[in-house]
């Protein structure tokens, strides 16, 4: 059949490339002042070392896991206030069990450790279906549950892991300059998140947070993409808190406190909305490396730390702030 | 578009005595509906006949109380959206229900719609050359809707379900739409058309199922220029009204009073086209449309809570831009919504909800004088007879005093013209004559009021006039003495007005 004179409204005429840029606008720009906050780190500082840039990796790699963890929930419109707690289970609880272990018995039980942390991470995803009360309370609720069962594993910091077992994470690839640590964050995002989000539950994560009721008539099961969402969220908290195993090489059941906040103002920076569906995991990436480099640029210019923390929220609202007003100049259009 | 051919043909879908409660609301007591192979079927009822409930069990989303749902014979229990794809019935919504923030190809995925039929249909429906990369939110929504139909096509249903679908639809493309159709039944396929727009129904329809009161109503053949028929079976024996409430001696003052609000040509969105109207002083200006005819943008303009894309807003002669509710507040233009839960502090207490704009003046500052706000609200609750026994909490009273403590608060701090939109709806009848008196007796101490009912029926208790809104577009005007319901059903429907028939040549 032919469309005789149907003037059907066809595609945008704006190109798909500059489609895509604009829909991937956030995420260059993420990386593009990555990248500009390293030349500015090279400038003030000519003798950044391999050493400097290993110590970097090594302590974004379980901020920037537990922004990985956050952004699984946010992604389907939910939010987990009890990350941080879960790092600290997972911490002491790989403090605990590894403290005699050897290498590849350390293996298994980091495994142990992340199906442990993954059925934490569903415990509050079916807490939130059944209870029907909001994420955000819940997850504040079960912070404190998390907090305690970390004390009652390790009532003080102690325990520790097999030397090999840390070098996953501290030692170097290859040359001096590929630290081990971003290496892993790399492998753990490829091999667990990159298939789910290209398999059915992971667009149906997106899209509960997107728009449930357009969800739910698309035929997708919302609260099995929610229970996936929280499940995930427990499993990058677990490898969060064995990262912080592997940088300390102890556990500390105090450890995870501050990553619940640094974690959603990583994914916030990162581009992704907190009311759901949109955002990707690249732009938490580098922006997990974004505010640990600023804080190290800060510590090596001499600042205060307090000033150091002051400047890094005011970078943080000026970057947020830039993409709603870009993100406000594009809706006008 | 023979019928003979259709009669000939097997049933292929089957409701009989479908039922639903919602708590102690009937929302469909009693529904039957027969569909043939190859039947292009229309279901057509008045604001709440049950519709959108049908609808709702159809596709999954809604459980019945009571009833059975027979695909081919079998009868079927259709659980969820997935079980009634299964089933082979396919659904497009009022809204699109692509996801915004997934690509096409994404979203095609998601309910494992191969893309080179979706593609196929596109083609057939003449849009072409969609990248699928490109995201939903990106996309015109008259775009959208072609998508949501090829995807549904995609899906290679027995029976498609087309619920208000071409509501959003510009004209060519309804055209486009209704001759693919007409194609695609010749496969044997069936069509279910829900529809408030009697020409569309009658332009490519064999059969319709009237709605009323939650039944089947009966089932008719629509021929064109006899749609009275239809709105016959819609409206049923002519019901008795709530009770005279006001005697109409009380006339308005006709043209002796300046207009207090009036709008001029206002645009809004897709739903609101052209809507001119005033409101004088002493005056009750109804509004009667059926759902989703602009009335919802058309007040949302009037009250601040919207901007309007085109057109002006005057009052008391001067033309005025809100920015917000709390610029028309301050010109004395307020709102009383259907939906209680929007107006009121459910969780504190009556006198609290209704100081609420006297202590929210933006021009006031410092203390809260609590003895005069109190004189002024026990005043307004006086005069409102609101029962105040479980005043403590808003959320605690009835619908109708909760309503009630709305139109109290204005009382309490003064206004000029008053919107109410639906504000009866789900109100006991007892209620309703109150607030209609009420309404009357507002309006008899100066007040211009512009009401907005659901329920035609009522429009002349409480109206001195009435404007009927279709498709975005005044497309009548009456004194409330002439506007019975039959009258105002047939102008809601379009009936009335020379485009419809027009746009039924255009078709065929």
Same mark, same amino acid.
């Given at each position: 059949?032919?469309?005789?004179?149907?003037?059907?409204?066809?595609?945008?005429?704006?190109?798909?490339?500059?489609?895509?840029?604009?829909?991937?606008?956030?995420?260059?720009?993420?990386?593009?002042?990555?990248?500009?906050?390293?030349?500015?780190?090279?400038?003030?500082?000519?003798?950044?070392?391999?050493?400097?840039?290993?110590?970097?990796?090594?302590?974004?790699?379980?901020?920037?896991?537990?922004?990985?963890?956050?952004?699984?929930?946010?992604?389907?419109?939910?939010?987990?206030?009890?990350?941080?707690?879960?790092?600290?289970?997972?911490?002491?609880?790989?403090?605990?069990?590894?403290?005699?272990?050897?290498?590849?018995?350390?293996?298994?039980?980091?495994?142990?450790?992340?199906?442990?942390?993954?059925?934490?991470?569903?415990?509050?995803?079916?807490?939130?279906?059944?209870?029907?009360?909001?994420?955000?309370?819940?997850?504040?609720?079960?912070?404190?549950?998390?907090?305690?069962?970390?004390?009652?594993?390790?009532?003080?910091?102690?325990?520790?892991?097999?030397?090999?077992?840390?070098?996953?994470?501290?030692?170097?690839?290859?040359?001096?300059?590929?630290?081990?640590?971003?290496?892993?964050?790399?492998?753990?995002?490829?091999?667990?998140?990159?298939?789910?989000?290209?398999?059915?539950?992971?667009?149906?994560?997106?899209?509960?947070?997107?728009?449930?009721?357009?969800?739910?008539?698309?035929?997708?099961?919302?609260?099995?993409?929610?229970?996936?969402?929280?499940?995930?969220?427990?499993?990058?908290?677990?490898?969060?808190?064995?990262?912080?195993?592997?940088?300390?090489?102890?556990?500390?059941?105090?450890?995870?406190?501050?990553?619940?906040?640094?974690?959603?103002?990583?994914?916030?920076?990162?581009?992704?909305?907190?009311?759901?569906?949109?955002?990707?995991?690249?732009?938490?990436?580098?922006?997990?490396?974004?505010?640990?480099?600023?804080?190290?640029?800060?510590?090596?210019?001499?600042?205060?730390?307090?000033?150091?923390?002051?400047?890094?929220?005011?970078?943080?609202?000026?970057?947020?702030?830039?993409?709603?007003?870009?993100?406000?100049?594009?809706?006008?259009? | 578009?023979?019928?003979?051919?259709?009669?000939?043909?097997?049933?292929?879908?089957?409701?009989?005595?479908?039922?639903?409660?919602?708590?102690?609301?009937?929302?469909?007591?009693?529904?039957?509906?027969?569909?043939?192979?190859?039947?292009?079927?229309?279901?057509?009822?008045?604001?709440?006949?049950?519709?959108?409930?049908?609808?709702?069990?159809?596709?999954?989303?809604?459980?019945?109380?009571?009833?059975?749902?027979?695909?081919?014979?079998?009868?079927?229990?259709?659980?969820?959206?997935?079980?009634?794809?299964?089933?082979?019935?396919?659904?497009?919504?009022?809204?699109?229900?692509?996801?915004?923030?997934?690509?096409?190809?994404?979203?095609?995925?998601?309910?494992?719609?191969?893309?080179?039929?979706?593609?196929?249909?596109?083609?057939?429906?003449?849009?072409?050359?969609?990248?699928?990369?490109?995201?939903?939110?990106?996309?015109?929504?008259?775009?959208?809707?072609?998508?949501?139909?090829?995807?549904?096509?995609?899906?290679?249903?027995?029976?498609?379900?087309?619920?208000?679908?071409?509501?959003?639809?510009?004209?060519?493309?309804?055209?486009?739409?209704?001759?693919?159709?007409?194609?695609?039944?010749?496969?044997?396929?069936?069509?279910?058309?829900?529809?408030?727009?009697?020409?569309?129904?009658?332009?490519?329809?064999?059969?319709?199922?009237?709605?009323? #009161? *939650?039944?089947?109503?009966? +089932?008719?053949?629509? &021929? =064109?220029?006899?749609? !009275?028929?239809?709105? $016959?079976?819609?409206? @049923?024996?002519?019901?008795?009204?709530?009770?005279?409430?006001?005697?109409?001696?009380?006339?308005?003052?006709?043209?002796?009073?300046?207009?207090?609000?009036?709008?001029?040509?206002?645009?809004?969105?897709?739903?609101?086209?052209?809507?001119?109207?005033?409101?004088?002083?002493?005056?009750?200006?109804?509004?009667?449309?059926?759902?989703?005819?602009?009335?919802?943008?058309?007040?949302?303009?009037?009250?601040?809570?919207?901007?309007? #894309? *085109?057109?002006?807003?005057? +009052?008391?002669?001067? &033309? =005025?831009?809100?920015? !917000?509710?709390?610029? $028309?507040?301050?010109? @004395?233009?307020?709102?009383?919504?259907?939906?209680?839960?929007?107006?009121?502090?459910?969780?504190?207490?009556?006198?609290?909800?209704?100081?609420?704009?006297?202590?929210?003046?933006?021009?006031?500052?410092?203390?809260?004088?609590?003895?005069?706000?109190?004189?002024?609200?026990?005043?307004?609750?006086?005069?409102?007879?609101?029962?105040?026994?479980?005043?403590?909490?808003?959320?605690?009273?009835?619908?109708?005093?909760?309503?009630?403590?709305?139109?109290?608060?204005?009382?309490?701090?003064?206004?000029?013209?008053?919107?109410?939109?639906?504000?009866?709806?789900?109100?006991?009848?007892?209620?309703?004559?109150?607030?209609?008196?009420?309404?009357?007796?507002?309006?008899?101490?100066?007040?211009?009021?512009?009401?907005?009912?659901?329920?035609?029926?009522?429009?002349?208790?409480?109206?001195?006039?009435?404007?009927?809104?279709?498709?975005?577009?005044?497309?009548?005007?009456?004194?409330?003495?002439?506007?019975?319901?039959?009258?105002?059903?047939?102008?809601?429907?379009?009936?009335?007005?020379?485009?419809?028939?027009?746009?039924?040549?255009?078709?065929?």
């Amino acid at each position: 059949m032919t469309s005789s004179g149907a003037t059907v409204a066809g595609p945008p005429p704006v190109s798909l490339t500059r489609h895509l840029i604009a829909r991937n606008g956030w995420t260059i720009s993420v990386y593009v002042l990555l990248g500009l906050l390293f030349f500015f780190t090279f400038a003030v500082n000519p003798r950044f070392s391999a050493y400097d840039l290993r110590s970097l990796a090594l302590g974004a790699l379980p901020a920037a896991l537990a922004a990985v963890a956050e952004a699984a929930v946010v992604f389907a419109a939910g939010i987990d206030l009890s990350v941080g707690a879960l790092i600290s289970v997972s911490n002491v609880l790989a403090a605990s069990l590894m403290v005699n272990a050897d290498f590849s018995h350390s293996l298994g039980l980091a495994a142990f450790v992340l199906a442990a942390l993954t059925v934490a991470g569903l415990i509050n995803g079916l807490i939130i279906i059944v209870s029907r009360v909001p994420d955000i309370v819940v997850t504040l609720a079960m912070s404190f549950v998390w907090s305690g069962v970390a004390l009652m594993i390790l009532s003080q910091p102690g325990g520790g892991a097999p030397p090999e077992f840390l070098a996953l994470a501290t030692g170097t690839f290859m040359t001096p300059w590929v630290p081990n640590a971003l290496i892993l964050l790399v492998v753990m995002v490829a091999i667990v998140w990159l298939p789910i989000r290209s398999r059915p539950i992971g667009l149906s994560i997106f899209a509960t947070g997107s728009d449930p009721q357009a969800a739910m008539r698309s035929g997708v099961n919302v609260v099995r993409a929610r229970l996936s969402a929280y499940a995930l969220c427990g499993f990058f908290s677990g490898a969060a808190g064995l990262a912080l195993t592997m940088n300390t090489g102890a556990g500390d059941p105090l450890s995870g406190g501050f990553f619940t906040l640094t974690a959603i103002a990583t994914i916030v920076l990162g581009g992704v909305s907190l009311t759901g569906g949109r955002g990707g995991m690249l732009g938490p990436l580098a922006a997990a490396y974004i505010l640990a480099l600023i804080s190290s640029d800060l510590i090596f210019l001499g600042v205060s730390p307090s000033y150091g923390q002051v400047i890094q929220g005011t970078i943080m609202v000026l970057v947020v702030m830039a993409g709603g007003l870009a993100a406000l100049r594009r809706s006008a259009k | 578009m023979t019928v003979s051919g259709a009669t000939m043909s097997e049933p292929i879908l089957e409701i009989r005595g479908l039922a639903k409660n919602y708590g102690p609301v009937v929302a469909l007591r009693s529904a039957d509906v027969m569909v043939r192979a190859g039947e292009q079927h229309g279901i057509m009822g008045a604001n709440g006949a049950g519709k959108s409930t049908l609808v709702k069990i159809l596709t999954g989303v809604v459980r019945p109380d009571a009833g059975t749902i027979s695909v081919r014979g079998q009868v079927r229990a259709i659980r969820s959206p997935t079980e009634a794809r299964r089933a082979g019935l396919a659904t497009v919504y009022q809204e699109s229900s692509l996801i915004p923030d997934l690509t096409l190809e994404q979203n095609f995925r998601l309910t494992r719609t191969p893309l080179p039929a979706v593609r196929r249909w596109l083609d057939e429906l003449g849009l072409h050359g969609v990248d699928a990369r490109i995201a939903a939110r990106d996309l015109p929504l008259a775009t959208l809707r072609v998508l949501d139909l090829a995807r549904a096509l995609a899906a290679d249903p027995q029976i498609l379900i087309l619920d208000e679908m071409t509501a959003a639809l510009p004209a060519d493309l309804t055209e486009t739409v209704f001759r693919m159709l007409g194609q695609w039944r010749e496969s044997g396929r069936s069509l279910v058309f829900i529809s408030h727009r009697l020409a569309d129904i009658s332009a490519i329809c064999d059969g319709v199922t009237v709605l009323r #009161d *939650g039944a089947t109503a009966g +089932v008719v053949e629509p &021929v =064109r220029g006899r749609e !009275d028929q239809i709105v $016959a079976l819609m409206l @049923g024996t002519v019901s008795r009204p709530v009770g005279a409430a006001v005697s109409s001696t009380e006339g308005p003052h006709e043209g002796s009073q300046a207009a207090v609000l009036e709008a001029r040509g206002l645009r809004a969105g897709a739903a609101l086209r052209d809507v001119s109207l005033e409101v004088r002083r002493g005056e009750v200006l109804g509004v009667a449309a059926l759902e989703g005819q602009g009335q919802q943008e058309l007040f949302d303009c009037l009250a601040g809570v919207r901007h309007p #894309d *085109g057109g002006e807003i005057l +009052v008391e002669g001067r &033309v =005025r831009s809100f920015r !917000d509710p709390q610029d $028309a507040i301050r010109q @004395g233009v307020v709102l009383i919504p259907a939906d209680r839960a929007q107006a009121l502090l459910r969780l504190r207490s009556v006198q609290e909800n209704v100081a609420l704009p006297m202590v929210n003046r933006p021009s006031r500052w410092g203390l809260i004088n609590v003895a005069r706000e109190g004189r002024q609200v026990l005043q307004a609750i006086r005069r409102l007879e609101i029962d105040t026994r479980a005043q403590s909490e808003v959320r605690r009273m009835s619908g109708g005093n909760q309503q009630k403590v709305t139109i109290a608060r204005w009382l309490a701090s003064g206004f000029k013209t008053l919107l109410c939109f639906d504000p009866t709806r789900g109100i006991d009848i007892g209620t309703k004559r109150q607030i209609y008196g009420l309404v009357r007796e507002l309006a008899a101490s100066g007040a211009a009021v512009l009401i907005f009912t659901s329920e035609l029926s009522e429009i002349q208790l409480v109206c001195d006039r009435v404007i009927v809104v279709f498709d975005g577009s005044v497309v009548g005007e009456m004194s409330a003495g002439v506007a019975d319901e039959a009258t105002l059903l047939r102008t809601a429907h379009g009936l009335a007005a020379e485009r419809g028939s027009a746009f039924t040549g255009a078709v065929s």
